[in-house]
T-cell receptor, first 113, second 114 residues
Framework: AQSVAQPEDQVNVAEGNPLTVKCTYS??????LFWYVQYPNRGLQFLLK??????LVKGSYGFEAEFNKSQTSFHLKKPSALVSDSALYFC???????????FGTGTRLQVFP | EAGVTQSPTHLIKTRGQQVTLRCSPI?????VYWYQQALGLGLQFLLW???????NRGNFPPRFSGRQFPNYSSELNVNALELEDSALYLC?????????????FGNGTRLTVT
């Protein structure tokens, strides 16, 4: 079955420290991978995507993600966390046979001052 | 450029009632997606419309239905509401048909069923 997993329900990090939010996937064919962020009582905002090419993808608000085909992972990273980064983060994969996105269950990022 | 707009923002209904949620995509976007975000369950795919046709449907009962209008706006209808239908319903649109294009989400409609 095609799926995407976010193994951590919550990630806590101190402001100024690097952060990583993990995502692994299981899909047929080449994956198209996305990260979204959701602030309270809002919809999801697109952060970045991996389609092909360079394994390190840069996105909005200083976030980046590293695609690792051998480990089937697409972890979200930021070198220096901000308190304002505190939100719910979703990894998603676009299936090869439809145009729909399948989302992970989300990881709540809490950045402490 | 206006984003995806959804109405209403909040809704309270009683079990057994029917509800209609509305979505206007970004101008020029022809694909509309509906997702349900229930507490603790992440985002569950409901429906996908493109060019006025239903293209795909998630694992939801038939009392969840919808349609897309000629102007590409969309409605989601839920009949015979149940308590577990309480959730945030998110609409998203996509400009280019193809799986490499991101979805753009509205802020959602918060449905509470009592």
């Amino acid at each position: 079955a095609q799926s995407v997993a976010q193994p951590e329900d919550q990630v806590n990090v101190a402001e100024g420290n690097p952060l990583t939010v993990k995502c692994t996937y299981s899909v047929s064919g080449n994956p198209y991978l996305f990260w979204y962020v959701q602030y309270p009582n809002r919809g999801l905002q697109f952060l970045l995507k991996y389609i092909t090419g360079d394994n390190l993808v840069k996105g909005s608000y200083g976030f980046e993600a590293e695609f690792n085909k051998s480990q089937t992972s697409f972890h979200l990273k930021k070198p220096s966390a901000l308190v304002s980064d505190s939100a719910l983060y979703f990894c998603a994969v676009s299936l090869w046979d439809t145009d729909k996105l399948i989302f992970g269950t989300g990881t709540r990022l809490q950045v402490f001052p | 450029e206006a984003g995806v707009t959804q109405s209403p923002t909040h809704l309270i209904k009683t079990r057994g009632q029917q509800v209609t949620l509305r979505c206007s995509p970004i101008s020029g976007h022809t694909s509309v997606y509906w997702y349900q975000q229930a507490l603790g369950l992440g985002l569950q795919f409901l429906l996908w419309y493109d060019e006025g046709e239903e293209r795909n449907r998630g694992n939801f009962p038939p009392r969840f239905s919808g349609r897309q209008f000629p102007n590409y706006s969309s409605e989601l209808n839920v009949n015979a509401l149940e308590l577990e239908d309480s959730a945030l319903y998110l609409c998203a649109s996509r400009g280019d048909r193809g799986r490499n294009s991101p979805l753009h989400f509205g802020n959602g409609t918060r449905l509470t069923v009592t």
